[in-house]
């Protein structure tokens, strides 16, 4: 049996909708819509810009018009591969996996990667594709673990993942009167995480390139940990639009437990205690990282992991989760790779990447940063 290889990063790239909406712009379009202590809230979220493939988002959510689609978010994801694979300088025929990422596909059949390979015929007929779909915000640490298998039993070959994510097109509709979560009874909640919905989540596509070697960072084993408690699996749903309830009136449900916060964080704290007993981790603390990327749930939860980490929100070495957060909202599997698409210098060392999320899981891997730094 051959020894595991950790993915080196070979290129990557970001594709974004031309739509941009900024939490100012939803909040005067929500005007009469909302109480001024869930404005508050929606204010304060971390959240001061977020992209969608609908031009026009704000109408959609509080007038309720009819979606008008600027991009299909396949075709966002072909834009980012296609630019990806530029970047990384490789032979197309080079690729012998292709891995469509998403928890939000512009249709569940066929799937995203294969309507990636209908849309570009450059990529090798005979590749092996592979659908990592409906993981939520943990996605990045799936691809990173599936690629790690596949170029250890494959010299030679390279990997191409594809993260693509549309929510805003899921957003309920907001057209009465919602009140902050702490203003209303429990059996109105709903109604205040549909606005959640509207503001938080928001739209992208990154694609990857991973091989065996390269010059780019590499990526170690991961730690994963998954429903630790059968309840887990509740604290957020996507109910219907399943087998168990097929037809579906309007949008589909999105409900979301109080209990993510607290429950988020301990699985990321359980999770990279576990990363870092491995043996090519290099780190006795979370805090000793060279830097330290952490899914963009929220601005508390981002913050509460600060604390369990032994580091100030806003140190250098997490400020990227808080600037994606800032810059593109909560992109589901897509927020940890859009860190890595950042035009910064990541310095010499071994980091962190955190991915966690609904479901629930999440996966915890070392990044391994060439001692010349690595700038994407």
Known sequence: MPSTVNPHLLGVAAELPRAAHSTEELLDAGQ???????????RNLGVENRYSILTNYPEVLFEGAEPE???????????????????????VDSIGLVLGVSSSPGRLVPSLVCDMFARMPELPRTAQNLSIEYMGCSAMAKAVDTARWYLSCNPGKR???CFAEATTPLSPPLPGFYRHFLEVSPDQRQQSVNVLHGFLFADAAVAMVLGAEGDGPSFGPVANLTNELAEDAELGTVPDGGSDIP???????YTLSPLVTPRGAYYARETVRMALKDDSCRLAAPADASVLLVHTGSVRILNALCHEFGVEPGDDKVISSYRVLRDYGNTLGCSVPLMLTEPVRRPAGQGLLVAFGLSFGCGVFTMSVPADGWTP
């Open 159 to 161: 990997v191409l993942v």
């Open 32 to 42: 009469g819509h909302l109480s001024d202590r869930l404005t508050d809230m929606l």
């Open 69 to 91: 689609l600027g991009i299909a978010v396949v075709d966002l994801a072909v834009r980012a591969a296609r630019t990806c694979i530029a970047k990384a300088g490789i032979a």
């Open 247 to 253: 037809v579906v009136s309007g949008r589909r449900a």
